[in-house]
């Protein structure tokens, strides 16, 4: 069957710069039975194209099972078999296109199968409860979600269910809760799925998924291993259960199941991708940029691993290079505003502050959530000799309350000159986890200042108080320390 990567979750803090990382899960992306397209009394040539449209979807070709589905239903627009393949299939292409049209279209031949035989083939729910999900993710809806929990539950109480075909609808039903952020609920679909047919790979994966987000990290460490009991030889399960390692902090376990994925299949770029994801956070710099260029070379379309080898190259002080790989992740995600976050990051390392004020503003024209991008915008400006624009562009911003003021207002109130050094160190917050990061920035905004006002020696003592903190994960950070080789670069020169 036919991998898919799924959602890709990336972690931001509000006032912090996250790391350029990424991790990629992948599983199998169909669950439902299959369903026997030749009937005794049909058209034989119809019953063949619908066995060859089932294989299509079986091999994750959702094109040619769409194409094949529909000249039957030109033919016979009552054939709830063909509706059944078309619907699933136009789900799964929507769902891997993020289209949430074709989505749509697979959840009305949905319908129409259920019309046509629903009471006699439960199994023909599926598409639909699967499509209302998808809807309920792409839209950000969660009614969606609820529909299918309604239906699903009435449905799963029918009598004379086949045992695999309740396994599946527990499984769907299970999708909804976790929609609904309603992670037992989900956990206890899935295990009841996985009971009645353990040999689903998704039901195992989507278990153990449920439990880890639910926080039972014991319980899903044992559903990962009970997956590997039943799946042994399937790379999916080792790369996934590294993922979850990874977010326990378990690096080296992480890295021991990654390799095991790859190593079970020489063609799973993912496993490279996220081994070195694991080695770039455990700051083994070069390891990761090699998996990541390992990985590219197995499949070029990964814009996030551009962006990832990126960060492994801009770690060893490769800026110029760091900078290409980002250009080629806009390039190839052009509407993923982390990524032009990323690049703008990177100019600023660079000393490129044109680039760095046109990449941070592609960044927040795509998210206007990303407000911890503004301070970076203001200074960027700054140092492109934008300074009266600056002020400008978030003058509205800086007449707010000064009692309703955020750590992203202190920011752009200090860059603005309406607050000094001291008063901006006075506006940190004490709360753990909060105090270190704002004092790496603040440290590292007012040594921008000193810099640009020609305080070399200001300028030295904030960038190294910033380095101090050990705030590794943020941009102000890794530009305190480019900022304080170029200082100590131009002292040696005179």
Not at 229 to 248: C, E, K, S, V
Not at 257 to 271: C, E, I, R, V, W
Not at 431 to 456: N, T
Request: hydrophobic share 40%; net charge positive.
């Amino acid at each position: 069957m036919k991998m898919r990567a799924m959602t890709m979750a990336l972690s931001v803090g509000a006032a912090l710069l996250v790391s350029s990382s990424v991790e990629a899960q992948f599983r199998r992306p169909k669950t439902q039975p299959r369903t026997t397209t030749s009937r005794s009394g049909l058209n034989p040539i119809h019953e063949k194209t619908k066995t060859e449209a089932q294989s299509a979807y079986q091999r994750g070709d959702f094109q040619r099972t769409i194409d094949l589905a529909s000249s039957v239903l030109r033919a016979n627009s009552r054939d709830d078999v063909a509706y059944y393949l078309r619907a699933s299939a136009r789900v799964d292409l929507g769902l891997q296109n993020g289209d949430i049209q074709i989505v749509r279209a697979g959840i009305v031949d949905a319908r129409e199968a259920i019309r046509l035989k629903g009471r006699t083939n439960y199994i023909y729910y599926i598409p639909y409860f699967h499509g209302m999900t998808t809807l309920a993710t792409l839209e950000d809806r969660p009614a969606h979600a609820q529909v299918v929990v309604t239906f699903a539950t009435k449905t799963i109480n029918q009598a004379g269910i086949k045992r695999e075909d309740k396994a599946h609808l527990l499984y769907h039903r299970g999708r909804a809760y976790v929609a609904l952020r309603k992670m037992d609920e989900a956990a206890a679909d899935f295990k009841s799925a996985v009971q009645s047919v353990s040999g689903q790979i998704g039901f195992h994966l989507d278990l153990a998924d449920a439990l880890a987000q639910a926080g039972r990290t014991d319980e899903a460490a044992d559903a990962y291993k009970a997956a590997i009991a039943r799946f042994p030889n399937d790379p999916i399960i080792y790369n996934n259960r590294g993922m979850f390692l990874q977010r326990q902090g378990k690096s080296s376990e992480a890295i021991a199941d990654f390799t095991q994925a790859f190593q079970l299949n020489p063609k799973a770029y993912y496993a490279l991708t996220n081994r070195g994801f694991a080695l770039l956070k455990s700051g083994d710099e070069p390891a990761a940029e090699n998996d990541f260029t390992a990985s590219l070379k197995l499949n070029p379309e990964q814009p996030r691993a551009y962006g990832l080898r990126a960060s492994a190259k801009i770690a060893q002080g490769r800026l110029d290079e760091g900078i290409a790989d980002h250009k080629e992740s806009t390039s190839r995600d052009p509407k993923n505003s982390v990524a032009w976050a990323n690049l703008g990051y990177a100019c600023f390392f660079a000393g490129d502050y044109s680039g760095a004020v046109k990449s941070f503003d592609k960044a927040v024209e795509l998210d206007s959530g990303r407000r911890y991008l503004h301070p970076w915008q203001h200074l960027s400006m700054m140092q492109a000799g934008q300074a009266d624009a600056a002020k400008t562009k978030f003058a509205k911003i800086m007449q707010a309350d000064t009692a309703k003021r955020d750590w992203i207002d202190h920011l752009l109130s200090y860059l603005g000159g309406q607050i000094d050094g001291e008063t901006l160190i006075q506006s940190i917050n004490d709360k753990p986890g909060v105090k270190v990061p704002q004092l790496c920035e603040a440290h590292f905004f007012i040594a921008e200042k000193h810099r640009m006002a020609g305080e070399v020696d200001m300028a030295t003592e904030h960038f190294r108080q910033a380095i101090e903190t050990g705030a590794k994960q943020l941009a102000a950070y890794r530009a305190a320390n480019f900022a304080l080789k170029k200082v100590s670069t131009a002292d040696g020169d005179n």
